[in-house]
């Protein structure tokens, strides 16, 4: 079946730097991601949906200036959380639908960020 | 009132026994997705279903698009399936997912 794979799986920075968490589709190619935020014991929470060759389009209270997305190729997006603060400590899930039809997700592992 | 409704919160059982973690849905959608969340934090996708029944392992998903009810059912549980299940459907009005709480399960040996 269709993977999607994130890197990395886990993440420790420090206050004020930027972090990079790609996600591909390794077999498959997908012209929309989503990325997806998960507070400790809590729901996800979609973050934006990213659209292979066009901009990002984020979710009301979600900012754009700090959580770039780039969908650059079929195959890869990417979120950059920018100047991050340890109120950005959470785990980032993407998925991606899927090449047959446009009720199939898959998702990534996630990614753990910690901001210290 | 919550679109996507799971229950229980929480459960706890015994070795062997059989699973249900229920799902309920208020919206329309095309599919539903069930997921399981390790405690690390990584998510596997279990099931997406549109109708009818799957089966994979001691795992089975059903669907009732009538009634927007779908369950999850676990045979002969084992304590490595200790882990929450989490809900989603795919609204039908787009590709968004809405999620649901979560099943947090726990098999005792």
């Known amino acids: 079946g269709a993977v999607v794979s994130q890197h990395p799986s886990r993440v420790i920075c420090k206050s004020g730097t930027s972090v990079k968490i790609e996600c591909r589709s390794l077999?498959?190619?997908?012209?929309?991601m989503f990325w997806y935020r998960q507070f400790p014991k809590q729901s996800l929470m979609l973050m934006a949906t990213?659209?292979?060759?066009?901009?990002?389009?984020?979710e009301q209270g979600v900012e754009k200036d700090k959580f770039l997305i780039n969908h650059a190729s079929l195959t890869l997006s990417t979120l950059t959380v920018t100047s991050a603060h340890p109120e950005d400590s959470s785990f980032y899930i993407c998925?991606?639908?899927?090449?047959?039809?446009?009720?199939?997700?898959?998702f990534g592992p996630g990614t753990r960020l910690t901001v210290t | 009132k919550n679109e996507v409704e799971q229950s229980p919160q929480n459960l706890t059982a015994q070795e062997g026994e059989f699973i249900t973690i229920n799902c309920s849905y208020s919206?329309?959608?095309?599919?539903l997705h069930w997921l399981q969340q390790h405690p690390g934090g990584g998510i596997v996708s279990l099931f997406m279903?549109?109708?009818?029944?799957k089966k994979h392992g001691r795992l089975i998903a059903t669907i009732n698009i009538q009634e927007k009810h779908s369950s999850l059912h676990i045979t002969a549980s084992h304590p490595r399936d200790s882990a929450v299940y989490i809900c989603?459907?795919?609204?039908?009005?787009?590709?968004?997912?809405?999620w649901g709480a979560g099943t947090k399960l726990i098999i005792k040996p």
């Open positions: 998925s991606a639908l899927g090449p047959l039809s446009s009720y199939e997700q898959y």
């Open positions: 077999d498959f190619q997908a012209t929309t």
């Open positions: 990213s659209n292979e060759g066009s901009k990002a389009t984020y």
């Open positions: 919206v329309g959608i095309s599919a």
């Open positions: 279903l549109s109708s009818g029944k």
């Open positions: 989603a459907v795919l609204m039908d009005s787009n590709y968004q997912l809405i």
